[in-house]
């Protein structure tokens, strides 16, 4: 996203504490209307200081996804809610705010019924409880855009195996093979270039937009945990799936979601889940032999 604005023409400052000791912004530190500030979101004098110089403001700092947060409780709901609310106590009605939350909040969907915007909330994990409050925190505001976003996949410049579409390609690539648990959970996914041009068409559309959340993902790729597989098979044949009758999927999340609203509005996702799923298998190649795991959560 950083490099995405800077290319239009933005000042971007990034407020980060670098707890993976990431270099993914190399590239932007020649940008003149680039700049850094090593600090942390729960320090609030930084904030405010930092806020208050800036027409957009983007919290995307959090501790992500229900086993990172069962980990570190404290920490998230320090980063993934409180921060947040703090924020929200020091913007003024000439800023916009941009949040990413998750379509996690929809918890267990009614069988092959859509979750939309509208659909009852049901996060059952602490992550998903905490981004569905820091939202309507977010919302109540009048002068926001959330984004409740599909689970992400595609190649970055700081990667995360653990999002599914990225393990299970990676476990095609290396293992061969999978042992699915509850095949039949579903997910709807989106490519990580599509989330950030989803935030430029809210600052394109922001007058539109404001007061409202939207899902974000590829309406083509509701699909359950076997169809992914089914689909990473298409391109690495050799890919094994077995699918196993003992055994839980710890995460319980099980939903279709339909992203009409912001298609309404005239979006539209650039990369499919196969154009997608044939950049990881190259991508991987890269990044096993470079040895570039280190910075992984």
């Known amino acids: 996203m950083v490099p995405a604005l ?8 990034v407020i980060d504490n670098f707890m993976y000791r990431q270099n993914s912004l190399a590239q932007c530190c020649a940008n003149p209307n680039f700049r850094v500030v090593k600090a942390d979101v729960r320090d609030h004098s930084v904030i405010e200081a930092e806020a208050a110089k800036h027409d957009i403001l983007i919290p995307l700092a959090a501790i992500v996804g229900a086993p990172a947060c069962k980990m570190r409780p404290d920490e998230a709901t320090a980063i993934n809610l409180d921060a947040v609310r703090h924020l929200t106590e020091m913007v003024s009605a000439d800023q916009k705010l941009l949040y990413p939350v998750t379509n996690s909040g929809y918890g267990i969907g009614e069988a092959d019924t859509m979750c ?4 009852p909330l049901r996060p059952i994990s602490q992550y998903g409880i905490e981004k569905v409050e820091a939202e309507r925190i977010i919302l109540e505001t009048g002068n926001a855009v959330t984004f409740r976003l599909a689970t992400v996949f595609g190649m970055a410049p700081r990667m995360r195996i653990d999002l599914l579409v990225n393990d299970f390609t990676y476990r095609a690539v290396y293992d061969r093979f999978i042992v699915l648990f509850e095949s039949h959970f579903r997910r709807n996914y989106i490519h990580i270039r ?3 041009k989803a935030f430029l068409f809210a600052l394109d559309n922001y007058q539109t937009m404001k007061g409202e959340t939207y899902n974000v993902g590829l309406s083509e790729a509701n699909l359950t945990k076997l169809q992914l597989c089914q689909e990473i098979q298409k391109l690495i ?3 094994h799936i077995l699918e196993s009758e ?10 279709l979601v339909s992203n009409e609203k912001i298609e309404s509005l005239g979006w539209r996702p650039d990369h499919s889940l196969q154009s997608g799923i044939t950049e990881l298998n190259k991508g991987y190649a890269m990044i096993r032999s470079g040895g570039t795991f280190d910075n992984l959560p």
């Open 6 to 13: 800077l290319e239009r023409g933005h000042k971007v400052t």
């Open 116 to 119: 939309t915007e509208e659909s």
């Open 194 to 196: 599509d989330v950030t």
């Open 237 to 239: 044949p050799e890919f």
């Open 246 to 255: 003992i055994g839980q999927d710890p995460d319980k999340r099980d939903y």
